[in-house]
């Protein structure tokens, strides 16, 4: 039977080949726009999704229309915006405002290091996100004023030894 259907597609394959290249050709581009759109829709989904809280938290989005462009949103706002919207909305519990910079020069006594990236937190920061600590109390780690966390690779780039007050990432 489908020995049948075999010899079918190809006596029609070759008698109609512009055809069957339309349609094989139209088919390819259908499959892959599913697989890219399926791919997308993936990734969205997941941003975010490993922490507890993932259905709660949201991202502020600046909606920037300047003369002569483009609207276009952006990942950004001003510093007073979190503190604004959670006295606005009482449906916002919390807010964390996030800065990152790259190629930091940091130093501790003698020792100079540039960090190819900081980010700079608030302290509710843990609150709102799970990444795991290696070492340090969660609920205290970033409440003093200049607290760090760092990741083990830039600990051991201080030689900092284990079990100090700061917390590792």
């Given amino acids: 039977m489908l020995k049948n259907y075999y ?53 502020l989005d600046e909606i920037q229309n300047f003369p002569g462009t483009n609207e276009q949103k952006v990942a950004l706002s001003m510093p007073g915006m979190g503190p604004a919207i959670q006295k606005e909305f009482p449906e916002v519990s919390n807010y964390a405002r996030f800065i990152n910079r790259e190629n930091q020069l940091v130093a501790k006594e003698d020792k100079k290091l540039l960090l190819p990236s900081i980010a700079y937190v608030d302290s509710t920061f843990l609150q709102i996100f799970d990444f795991e600590l290696m070492d340090g109390d969660r609920a205290t780690a970033l409440n003093e004023p200049y607290s760090l966390l760092l990741t083990e690779e830039t600990a051991l780039k201080f030689s900092l030894p284990p079990r100090k007050p700061w917390a590792i990432l």
Wanted: net charge positive; hydrophobic share 55%; with cysteine.
């Fill in 7 to 59: 010899a079918i597609a190809l006596r029609n394959i070759r008698q109609n080949p512009l055809y069957a290249f339309i349609n094989i050709f139209s088919l390819a581009i259908g499959l892959a726009a599913c697989l890219v759109i399926y791919v997308f829709i993936a990734d969205e989904r997941s941003f975010d999704a490993f922490h507890t809280k993932s259905e709660a938290i949201y991202r």
